[in-house]
């Protein structure tokens, strides 16, 4: 009303002149010809085509600005990058990156970067689960760290997922810094393969946020499969796996699940091989651990073979362990605590023979816990 108004006290001339400037401001530009011409003008993903070059991170960045509310696919090929590429977390912003099964994202050679490759949620940062855009992530393919990398980090943002992803030659695999809201990500992460660099300062999983899950993940060659520093957390199907070379490096520092915090879930969760399946921090309290396994395959003379450890007094619930012990040439114990007491119990435990070691080490408390009965 207002700019019709305005146009009618205007003389035509002038008021022709006036309207013509107007929708020639407000037409959006040309479309730049090429491929991105083509991608935008049709539904479906924005197809990430770089110029031929090594290094391919500024003109994905670039991509990803450029597209708020879009999925950016990226073709089978490798791509290498040279610094940190980060998606936003505002809904108005947020783009998902969706990799075909052969496409590669590789750290380049002489990276020098503390932040991952790539940073879901590493600008714009938002708390909003309620509008469209909220719901983004890395799909697919394989991120290679080089032996020298962070792979993937989530930074802001609510819902953020990753998924049918393999993320390999890394220091982390996927770091979740505390959350948007409150210190809660609310992630989901699940169908994702991981593959350290046997470093002693590696991590398979870091989780410093509350309340995500994570489903169906291998963790391999990592010191620390996953560490834990937030609370409320769902592991279901879980696996991590010590390789040779941290055997025969810093095997004693070996942890499957390193847990900082109190309330975090484990549903069949498998510490496979390392010198302690769980490690409760002093603080640690409530965990609940249904079925989880630990198994050694291979013997480790002098070195100690633990399931569960406690820097302080035991507070988790376990139900229906499995405790595979190779009884030759080591120090096998099912529970060591820092200090009496607790809340802890054992609901069973399965593996374990009555003439096995494991039950004869006087520094080994299980039975004090122990609500159920062994099963070999």
């Given at each position: ?14 008021a ?34 770089p ?13 990803i ?12 090929g490798?791509?290498?990058?040279s610094?940190?590429v980060?998606?936003?977390a505002?809904p108005k ?17 002489d990276?020098a ?6 940073r ?9 689960n ?9 799909y ?9 990398a962070?792979?993937?980090?989530i ?9 049918n992803t ?15 809201n409150?210190g809660?990500a609310d ?20 989780v410093?946020a ?6 169906n ?7 620390k ?9 769902l ?11 941290l ?24 510490a496979?091989a ?27 003379p002098g070195h100690?073979h633990?399931?569960l450890r406690?820097e302080g007094?035991?507070r988790?619930?376990v ?7 190779r ?13 009496p ?6 609901d ?12 004869n ?9 122990l ?6």
């Open positions: 009303m207002l700019h019709s108004t305005l146009l009618r006290s205007l003389p035509f001339a002038a022709a002149a006036f309207s013509a400037a107007s929708f020639a401001a407000a037409a959006p530009p040309d479309p730049p010809p090429g491929p991105a011409a083509a991608a935008d003008a049709a539904p479906g993903p924005v197809v990430f085509a110029a031929p070059g090594e290094d391919c991170a500024d003109a994905l960045q670039a991509l600005d450029a597209h708020p509310n879009r999925t950016i696919r990226i073709p089978d490798v791509y290498v990058l610094h940190p980060a998606t936003p505002s912003r947020a783009v998902s990156l969706r990799l075909d099964d052969f496409a590669v994202l590789k750290a380049a050679p990276w970067h503390t932040n991952a490759m790539i879901l949620g590493g600008s714009h940062p938002a708390n909003d309620a509008s469209i855009g909220s719901l983004y992530g890395l697919g393919g394989y991120i290679d760290g080089s032996g020298v962070d792979g993937v980090s930074e802001s943002g609510r819902e953020t997922r990753i998924q393999s993320i390999r030659n890394v220091r982390i695999g996927i770091r979740v810094f505390w959350g948007a409150g809660s992630c989901d992460i699940r169908d994702v393969n991981l593959v350290g660099n046997n470093r002693p300062d590696s991590i398979g999983l870091l410093q509350f309340d995500n899950s994570f489903t993940m291998r963790i391999f060659a990592f010191c499969g996953v560490k834990i520093e937030g609370g409320g957390n592991f279901c199907n879980v696996h991590p796996l010590v390789s040779w070379d055997i025969h490096s810093c095997y004693d520092d070996t942890v499957g699940f390193w847990d900082l915090e109190n309330n975090n879930t484990y549903d069949r969760c498998y496979d390392f010198s302690t399946g769980w490690l409760f921090g002093p603080k640690s309290k409530n965990a609940v651990l249904h079925a989880p396994m630990c198994y050694w395959y291979a013997s480790t100690p633990t399931v406690c007094a035991f988790a619930l139900t229906d362990l499995w405790a595979g012990f009884d030759d040439k080591a120090t096998n114990a099912v529970l060591l605590v820092g200090e007491g607790g809340h802890g119990f054992l069973g435990i399965r593996g374990l023979r009555d003439d096995s070691p494991a039950l080490n006087p520094s080994d408390v299980f039975r004090d816990y609500r159920g009965s062994l099963h070999w």
